[in-house]
């Protein structure tokens, strides 16, 4: 069983920061890819970013570079995702997710296991 563990989300005034973690337990799991979407109320699930577990590759949404940093602890099988300088607009659900190939880091059909979501609300 593969189970994808976010934490981390809450509440936040604009301009501030949180940082997510996303933990994963499941020796089925051998992750070549984790990614952070996020889904907003009415829209759909969007890619925000991603990287290859050996930590050779980071994608990003438009949106997020520079602001957004995404990193891995191998040890502790976890990736975290630091978010600078928020923006009402990034108030979501966020999501963490594992990927086992090769695929599209930005796209959410590439990446098997995903985790139950943690709520961020930016304030204005």
């Known amino acids: 069983q593969v189970q994808l563990v976010e934490s981390g989300g809450g509440l936040v005034q604009a301009g501030g920061s949180l940082r997510l973690s996303c933990a994963y337990a499941?020796?089925?799991?051998?992750?070549?890819?984790m990614g952070w979407f996020r889904q907003a109320p009415g829209k759909e699930r969007d890619f925000v970013a991603g990287?290859?577990?050996?930590?050779?590759?980071?994608y990003y949404a438009d949106s997020m570079k520079g602001r957004f940093t995404i990193s891995r602890d191998n040890a502790k099988n976890t990736v975290y995702l630091q978010m600078n300088s928020l923006k009402p607009e990034d108030t979501a659900v966020y999501y963490c997710?594992?990927?086992?190939?090769?695929?599209?880091?930005?796209?959410?059909?590439?990446?098997?296991?995903w985790g139950q979501g943690t709520q961020v609300t930016v304030s204005s």
């Open positions: 997710a594992g990927r086992e190939w090769n695929g599209d880091p930005y796209r959410s059909g590439s990446y098997k296991y």
């Open positions: 499941g020796r089925a799991f051998r992750p070549y890819g």
């Open positions: 990287l290859t577990w050996t930590g050779t590759s980071t």
